[in-house]
């Protein structure tokens, strides 16, 4: 028990991940406004996104472009690879953000056409409202 | 060209509906014919394609030409989409289903929609152009992408009635992109695992490293990948969604949400399930596809009960579906050939078995305004031919013979025996039995009632609605009449997967 409390000691950004995913679910399960639902629903992806760049960091590496004289002479230098961070984590989310903005995009354009029909936010009221 | 074949499938309904506000805003009724030749066109060459790939095998295709060699299996550097026997079907199914839901969908649409028509057009075919990417995509990311792009349209096209549709499109909204989170979060735990989200791969790195498949990282990710993809096919105790936003639906969507969201989100499963996983893997010390058998017979028994208490004949339709996801689980569970032809010939016969009885359902409320069980009486004065469709469709979900529903049923049950797989048979037969229970109620109502209202049709039938009733009708007992071949052709491509 105290080495797995440990370990995960030594990974505060899944800590981080954590706290965050579940805290999003949390009010997204729980919260009867609907923008806040939303904001939850941000946050859970939000998460996510993180653990995926967090995942993917590497100490003391360096985006994978060749620069300079390794660029031009890289048949005569040898190219560590331990040096580059690997690039696809960043690209997955940029797509995961662009996803993300689309889903928020669509999620408020039915929330504002609910509150123009109902005038609440709060899915109670508007459920009373519909009766 | 041919070896571009699956993109050019995937960009005729994408382009189209990109080009769609452009045309549609100026010439309204330019936008049926539009969006109808680019499903028929991708009718066409899904069949080309279809017919290729059972001449020629699979092959795969690489974005960008992101491949070091064309050799089999394709280097994992770029997006990668897989067109195997398996998927080409899959499409054939789609865009055909495709089609004649959009010829159905035509003169359902509220006459208020005005300009918005234009807009719906284009929401059918961003979904459909989605559902094929998921179809073809070999990528574990790459589905995610689709799998959103598929439900953002979907989500728009439940809202458009406005009122209580718009609270039902926010609630499948929010539990829709927590199932799409979920996924996601399995997939970056596979990531972080393997450093690869080729499918391909991932298969070849589980082979090759079994201490892979015990890892924490992998239970975890496969575990999230599947609640994500369960909330998507509405499984038992993650459909919340299903019902409200199928009920509520325009009664010009809901057929297509039906008879294709669900499937191919299990579809998308049954890839990651076999071609990833493998049919013998477990997570955890539990063998994975005992664990599906049982939430599939939980599904099936629990979804035709709620359906038999049901007063709205759409809700009631809906959970019809949830039973059946259930009964399509059991079928690819058992782990043997017969299972997994079996279950995935009932895939697609459910996929025109719900298409149709919602195109029914939203003929009722079209032409009689009967919404409830009880209004259904009404339909027998009018609509003959209609009542004809119903109980053919009727006997498909029941499971009666010339009908496709039988003989997926059959071979669900065979596999299940073959296995000595007893609680699965029984769970085969308790959910047939409440089917039957819940149609007996519809059949009394319309056959032995006295109509309340006024039989005559408010409105004539229209001549697109009869076509699409009657072709589904139709490819359902085509379906059961060519079982044979279908069904030995399932069988190689679950030699294929390693069964």
Redesign the interface.
Known sequence: MIEHIEAALHRPNFIAFVVLFLWGFFIMITHPNLVKKLIGMYLVQTSIIFLLVTVGAKKEATVPILQGSDATGSATHQIDPADYTNPLPQVLTLTAIVVQVATLGVSLALVTAIYQKYGSLDEDEILKRIE | MTNHLPVIIFLIPFLTAICMPMVGLKKRHWCRPMALAAVFAMCVAALVNFSLVLDHGESRYAFGGWSISTSLPAAPLGIEWVNDRLASTMLVALSFLASVCLIYGGPLLPQSLGKQVVHYYTLILLLISGLSGIVFAGDL?NV??FL?VAA?SA??LV?IP???A??V??RY??LG??G??FY??GV?FF??AT?T?NMADLAQQMTDKPELMTSKAIIAGSTFMFIGLGIKMALFPLHGWLPGAYTRAPDAISPMLAGLMTKIALYSWVRIMFWVLGAGAEIGHVHLLTLLGILGAVAAVVGALLALSQQDVKRMFAYGGISHIGLILIGFSQGNQTGFAGAMFYLINDAFMQAGIFFIAGAAIYQHGARTVDELASLRGGSPWMIGALIILAMSMIGIPPTGGFFGKWQIILSAIEEGNYLAVGAVVVATLLTMAYFQRLFVRIFRDRPTSASAPRVETHLSIRVSVAVTSAAIIVLGLCSDPIIKFFRDVAASAGL
Do not use: D, P
């Open positions: 990311f995610f992408v959103e953002l989500y728009a809202g406005g009122g209580r718009l609270l499109a926010v909204l929010i992109t927590l799409a989170s996601l979060l970056v990531y972080a450093g989200l």
